[in-house]
């Protein structure tokens, strides 16, 4: 996997895109493009949030930087080495929680380790150092069904900190949460990745939970996926969502995305047409 001395681009950030397409079932008469021509720079400890129609290909996105999925063209970097397959220093929450039910949460917690092998008694530690920073130590021996919605998610957080990630890809993670539990989540979010100095790529379709979190908010056309802009927020947090410049913000992202939402659409209707 090592780095090339002779590419042309610097890879000390922490996630590097150039050039990025992604056409899903590629060479059969099902090929779909999903992105194309991507370039996305991410710093350490950048908090980047991605923005933009239903189906415009930003889970895709977030499974190519994972290593789980093979772009169709252009490179992918983090820290250094290219990105060719998964690594415990990009850790990916999905768009659906993915506990196991049938495991404890410190072993849904510690799973990641328990592939490699990881001691019982260490898993458990770690488990309990990660679970301790979602705040849900006293949830261990529970069972996923038995907890709440906004707690399950918070268990999936702790899943993907156990490996101590360097890069934490988030896919719609407080999507089906009521508003308040989501405003609590986002708060414990940004404590969360201040102390761990990893860096986020949030996916949502939340303007209003963009603009609480981001460094930046990339916004993607609709499918194929391109980057129609990127909006920088230079805002201390916690930020007042009814301050005049978050009002701004709302304003300006709702309007990029707008048109972009409509073509997704139409181009649903016209697809579900011809079947
Ligand atoms: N495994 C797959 N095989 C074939 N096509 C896929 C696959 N996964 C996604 N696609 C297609 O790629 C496009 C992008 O999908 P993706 O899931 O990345 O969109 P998204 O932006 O995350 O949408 P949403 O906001 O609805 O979650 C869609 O048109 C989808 O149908
Ligand atoms: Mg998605």
Not at 78 to 104: C, G, K, N
Not at 166 to 180: T, Y
Not at 258 to 274: H, K, Y
Request: with cysteine.
């Amino acid at each position: 996997m090592g780095s090339d001395p002779f590419l042309p681009y610097s890879s000390k950030d922490a996630v590097v895109c150039r050039g990025i397409g992604k056409t899903w079932a590629i060479d059969t008469p099902r090929a779909h493009e999903a992105l194309r021509d991507v370039d996305l720079d991410i710093r350490p400890g950048e908090f980047v949030v991605l923005l933009g129609p239903s189906g415009c290909g930003k889970s895709t996105l977030l499974y190519l930087i994972a290593g789980l999925e093979a772009q169709t063209s252009g490179q992918i970097w983090s820290f250094h080495d290219e990105v060719t397959t998964p690594s415990p220093d990009r850790s990916l929450i999905f768009q659906e929680t993915s506990l196991f039910p049938w495991l404890a949460v410190w072993q849904n917690v510690s799973f990641g380790l328990s592939i490699r092998g990881v001691p019982l008694k260490e898993r458990r530690a770690v488990a309990r150092d990660a679970l301790s920073r979602v705040g849900l130590v006293e949830a261990m021996d529970k069972r996923p069904d038995e907890l709440s919605g906004g707690m399950r998610q918070r268990v999936a957080v702790a899943r993907a900190l156990a490996m101590r990630p360097k890069v934490l890809l988030m896919d719609e993670p407080f999507a089906a949460l009521d508003v308040q539990t989501r405003a609590k989540m986002q708060d414990f979010l940004l404590d969360v990745w201040r102390d761990s100095g990893a860096s986020v790529l949030f996916v949502t379709h939340s303007i209003d939970e963009a603009v609480a979190l981001a460094d930046r908010v990339v916004v993607f056309t609709s499918r194929p996926g391109r980057i129609k802009t990127i909006v920088p927020i230079d805002l201390p947090r916690p930020r007042d969502p009814f301050s005049p410049q978050c009002e701004a913000l709302r304003r300006l992202l709702t309007e990029e995305l707008r048109g972009e939402v409509d073509r997704a659409f139409a181009e649903q209707e016209a697809l579900a047409r011809t079947g």
